[in-house]
């Protein structure tokens, strides 16, 4: 946890307004993965900045205020998070 979340410090002290996430909670179990998130939410999503994830780690879908689906390097459907739940915005 400690090393993630030096790592994680280390990419927000600048305040970017895109922080882009390939895999940040590939190596860490269910508890250290949700705080890294944790810590991604409350430092970095701002009216003013993106975030993007990029994982297969479904446990963490719920960070999410949108989410695309890709099947071989295409977006195949794509979800917006309303109050209500997901609603489906695009698809095949």
Request: glycine share 4%; charged share 30%; proline share 2%.
């Amino acid at each position: 946890m400690i090393e993630a979340s030096l790592l994680m410090w280390r990419a927000l002290i600048h305040e970017p307004r895109l922080l882009v996430c390939d895999e940040p909670t590939s190596a860490l179990d269910a508890e250290t993965g949700y705080a890294v998130m944790e810590l991604i939410k409350d430092v970095a999503v701002r009216q003013d900045r993106a975030v993007i994830v990029v994982t297969h780690d479904s446990r963490i879908f719920d960070f999410a205020d949108r989410i695309a689906h890709m099947n071989d390097g295409r977006i195949v459907r794509t979800e917006v998070r309303e109050e209500a739940g997901l609603a489906t915005v695009t698809g095949n």
